[in-house]
């Protein structure tokens, strides 16, 4: 409607009370969510636990009330909440904390979306958002059944985070202290994506410029190159958001390397080459991993510290090994909550990174 503004949400809790009473009354509370001490049977909700859900938007329905809205600041608060709280819960899987986290999030920005916030006030509640769903997704253990987390969900709600996000950034003028970290958090989950890498390439000269974003083109194009020495030595110094993003890649990374490695040097009597080696390389959590890998691709080993590279054995079979990437994400965090990382005003830019990527 022309002229029409959207009006600022006024709901200060995490969940509008009405919501509350109608989960509880529908046993829809998650275990998260209940108050301590309530009767199993008739779980009460906890006012400072319980964290709205997201609820698709039917055509034609009447949008919520201001009162049902939670403004920025809110949003804000429930996203560090959720990163402080519920993210770090070593009480519950990765897969029901991701399922969780997930969900809530999706409705923090339904309700931004609904609202008339500013820009820059948005854009910190999309960042911050966005951070943690990362980080969440990062942490499901590879391999392994997620059960109530769905990957490809999460996969296209990350996608739809960063839509959201980086439309809010091309609307707004400004300023957005972390725009080149989440554009280069952008390109480092699309790693090898033409249009992921052209809708970069399309952003202002100054902002390419940043560290950040230099970085994560410097990524890019080593992946794409097949250069394994220096796309795992680009990531080992990625800070842990930026970790984070990229982590999906890293298991087709190291079968590429791995194929590559077998084509220069398998023999008909067999090469050997040291497990070490296959380590640094390739940014293995040590040596069992560097086993694994190697014997998952048909390679066999000569006792426990060299790989045989004989013509004719490397075979690929089903998705790569994702790996632990213990050293190459959970270490970055250094002592750090995820509340801590996700609301810093910077990724801190004083890990180590190349002077000049190129």
């Known amino acids: 409607m022309p002229g029409y503004e959207l009006p600022l949400g006024t709901c200060l809790d995490m969940c509008p009370a009405n919501e509350r009473t109608r989960r509880e009354k529908e046993c829809r ?62 009480d519950a899987s990765r897969a029901e904390v991701a399922s969780f986290v997930a969900d809530r999030l999706r409705a923090v ?30 942490r499901l253990e590879p391999n392994a059944s997620h059960g109530l987390a769905d990957p490809m969900l999460l996969q296209a709600q990350v996608q739809e ?17 972390r725009q080149a970290t989440f554009q280069g958090l952008f390109l480092l ?26 970085t994560a083109l410097a990524v890019d194009s ?54 070490g080696f296959m380590v640094h390389l390739l940014a293995l959590d040590g040596p069992e991993e560097a086993r694994d890998l190697c014997q998952a691709h048909g390679l066999p080993l000569d006792g426990q510290e060299r790989v045989v590279f004989l013509r004719g054995r490397y075979r690929e079979e089903g998705p790569p090994p994702a ?14 909550t995820l509340e801590e990382v996700v609301m810093a005003e910077e990724e801190d830019e004083a890990v180590n990174r190349p002077e000049s990527p190129a």
């Open 109 to 138: 920005r339904l309700d931004l979306a609904l609202q008339g916030a500013g820009d820059a006030e948005a854009a910190l509640v999309l960042e911050a958002a966005l951070a943690v769903l990362l980080a969440v997704v990062a």
């Open 161 to 177: 985070s960063f839509g959201s996000l980086r439309r809010c950034y091309a609307l707004g003028a400004g300023p957005h202290p």
């Open 323 to 336: 790996g632990t990437c213990q050293m190459l994400v959970e270490s970055k965090l250094g002592g750090r």
């Open 189 to 214: 989950y699309n790693l090898g994506s033409v249009e992921a890498l052209h809708e970069v390439l399309q952003l202002p000269a100054a902002l390419r410029s940043c560290p950040a974003l230099r």
């Open 222 to 275: 080593a992946f794409r190159e097949g250069n394994a020495a220096r796309l795992f030595r680009l990531l080992r110094s990625l800070p842990y958001l930026q970790s984070c993003a990229v982590q999906c890649h890293v298991g087709r990374a190291r079968r590429g390397a791995l194929a590559r490695l077998a084509r220069a040097l398998s023999t008909p009597k067999g090469q050997t080459v040291p497990l």
């Open 29 to 90: 509370l998650h275990r998260f969510e209940v108050a301590p001490g309530s009767p199993g049977d008739r779980p009460r909700a906890d006012p400072q636990r319980a964290v709205k859900e997201y609820s698709r938007p039917a055509a034609g329905k009447a949008r919520p009330p201001p009162s049902q809205l939670r403004p920025p600041s809110v949003l804000l608060a429930t996203v560090r909440y959720l990163a402080g709280e519920v993210a770090e819960r070593t």
